[in-house]
């Protein structure tokens, strides 16, 4: 997720993702798309990457991938915080939209038509401006936070 866009959907099998997965979904998926909106000689100062604590993002590997990429400041990210990060609103209106085609058509059979119905929502949140106002409304997640003594916020 950007300012500007959600990003790429990318199917993973969760029992086999491990760091080294992770790795070449940085390398293959975010780089190239994170290069194609934003041009390295077009942008003023590091890209600010953000990634919750799971495991696999503190990989060595991973921290060693970032280490080589210094177009992007890995962003240290507070535990059990989903209410600072702004990709879990994004997902709470994915379920929204789900919910509202859920409602008009028949249930979903199979797999094949939950991955489009999917990407059906996913493409619609595309072409909306909520990633610009989720990523502006950060420096006021900060803030809550911290006056609430570090404790959740209304986010």
């Not at 989903?82 to 789900?98: A, F, K, S, T, Y």
């Not at 106002?133 to 003594?149: H, T």
Request: proline letters at 7%.
């Amino acid at each position: 997720m950007s300012n500007a866009v959600p990003g790429e959907i990318v199917q993973i099998t969760p029992p086999n993702f491990n760091s080294r997965e992770y790795l070449n979904l940085l390398e293959d998926v975010m780089l190239p798309s994170v290069t194609a909106l934003y041009p390295i000689e077009e942008i003023d100062g590091p890209i600010v990457f953000v990634q919750d604590n799971c495991p696999l993002h503190r990989a060595n590997i991973i921290e060693d991938w970032f280490a080589d990429h210094p177009q992007f400041q890995l962003l240290r990210w507070p535990a059990r915080s989903p209410d600072l990060n702004p990709i879990e609103n994004l997902w709470r209106g994915m379920v929204r939209e789900w919910h509202t085609i859920a409602q008009e058509e028949a249930y979903v059979r199979t797999v094949e038509l939950l991955r489009e119905n999917f990407l059906n929502v996913w493409n619609r949140l595309r072409r909306t401006d909520i990633c610009q106002n989720l990523v502006g409304s950060m420096k006021r997640r900060m803030q809550e936070c911290i006056d609430n003594n570090g404790y959740y916020t209304k986010y």
